[in-house]
């Protein structure tokens, strides 16, 4: 396999996340992200890992700090979930609603912009991305989405602001120089049925961003990805980086609901679904368990058919989201009975490299780079 100098993290951990000492390692070449027609995925020859949010596990998630620091952990490619404001720019944030995820409540400026809103057929109460104009988001702060768990990150609330996806490329611009490899970038359309039926379709910002900053291309460092199908169908026409359709253990394609398709993801997942996937997509993302689900008592069970039938229709796999804490990890990786406790990633890791996965998305890239290390 070729190799290719990257560097990597010297002591970084949960418990010494703000180590920036660097020193140059001699492991595999990272996946370009350049776009590869059907039954091409053998193109793909390295591990992909995605920094999920950023580096989450440590950082208030979709924030800059958190980005960077899963840059200099390793990661190969940052995820922003895009979103957009009321002025039609792109931010980062898992969801519109942000009630959970920035200090908007602490704001009585903004009481009034607090509805009630079917989010994807659900009734979601809270603040909304696109009742804020970029300036106003500008405002808030970050805080971290899940403190019964991360507690150690709610020190860094109030600090961060929500980011565009022009600074989340300007970040890994300017981290590909520092760091002298390239950082890519793994955007998601959130919930793009949704934003399509509040005026403010996400896919033209997307595409004018990717082609001001000259990363609609073959060879740029970049995938698109998506949970609806209809949008990346249209994607596929106007893009020239790899798309990824996102997949879930359950329910269906928000699209699909909409117009009346009974298809699910199971069925988006079977040998057919894949090769129509196949069709206007470069790979799939599943839901982790799909790859490998668990048995009755929580443990890993038998490999399902996904990663052959995915490789056979020359579609590559990064399932979600691999996190380093008990209450994510198979019970035969749990490290104690508390779920905040940090159990044995590196073992959950390794079997889904044994069962053919080609990439990961983790909240604790530092584990990923270390547990791909270990394997070479």
């Known amino acids: 396999m070729k190799l290719s ?11 010494a996340v703000t180590a920036s000492v660097l020193v140059p390692q001699t ?13 091409q995925a053998s193109t793909y020859d390295d591990f992909v890992i995605v920094g999920h949010r950023g580096a989450s596990g440590y950082r208030p998630e979709h924030t800059l700090a958190s980005y960077e620091l899963a840059a200099r952990m390793g990661a190969d490619f940052i995820e922003p979930d895009l979103v957009s404001t009321k002025d039609r720019v792109l931010v980062a944030r898992h969801e519109p609603e942000i009630g959970g995820t920035t200090d908007v409540a602490n704001h009585p400026e903004f009481a009034g912009r607090k509805k009630t809103k079917l ?5 979601v109460t809270g603040w909304f991305t696109e009742d804020f104009t970029l300036a106003e988001l500008k405002t808030l702060r970050a805080v971290e989405r899940i403190p019964a768990v991360r507690q150690h990150n709610t020190v860094f609330n109030g600090h961060y602001q929500i980011p565009t996806f022009q600074e989340v490329i300007d970040l890994s611009k300017r981290l590909s120089k520092e760091l002298s490899r390239p950082i890519g970038i793994y955007p998601e359309t959130k919930h793009p049925t949704y934003f399509a039926q509040q005026g403010l379709a996400l896919e033209p910002e997307l595409v004018r961003t990717l082609n001001r900053n000259g990363l609609n291309r073959p060879g740029a460092k970049v995938f698109v990805q998506s949970f609806e199908v209809s949008n990346l169908k249209a994607l596929h026409k106007e893009l020239r980086v790899p798309l990824v ?11 699909f609901v909409v117009s009346g398709d009974k298809r ?12 129509e996937v196949a069709t206007y997509a470069d790979g799939v993302g599943p839901s982790k368990d799909q790859v490998i689900p668990l048995d009755a008592t929580g443990k890993l069970g038998k490999p399902t058919a996904l990663v052959a039938d995915a490789h056979r229709a020359g579609l590559v796999v990064h399932p979600y989201t691999f996190r380093v804490e008990n209450t994510f990890l198979p ?23 044994k069962a053919g996965i080609d990439g990961l998305f983790t909240d604790n890239t530092d584990v990923a780079v270390a547990e791909e290390r270990e394997a070479r």
């Open 331 to 353: 019970a035969e990786f749990d490290s104690s009975a508390v779920p905040a406790d940090s159990g044995n990633l590196f073992g959950e890791i390794a079997a889904y490299r």
């Open 245 to 255: 359709q996102l997949t879930s253990s359950s329910g269906a394609p928000y699209d």
């Open 264 to 275: 699910t993801y199971a069925d988006i997942v079977s040998a057919q679904g894949l090769r």
């Open 27 to 39: 492991v595999p070449s990272v996946q370009t992200g350049q776009s590869v027609q059907s039954g």
């Open 5 to 15: 100098a990257r560097l990597v993290p010297v002591a970084v951990s949960a418990l």
């Open 119 to 123: 989010l994807d057929g659900v009734a």
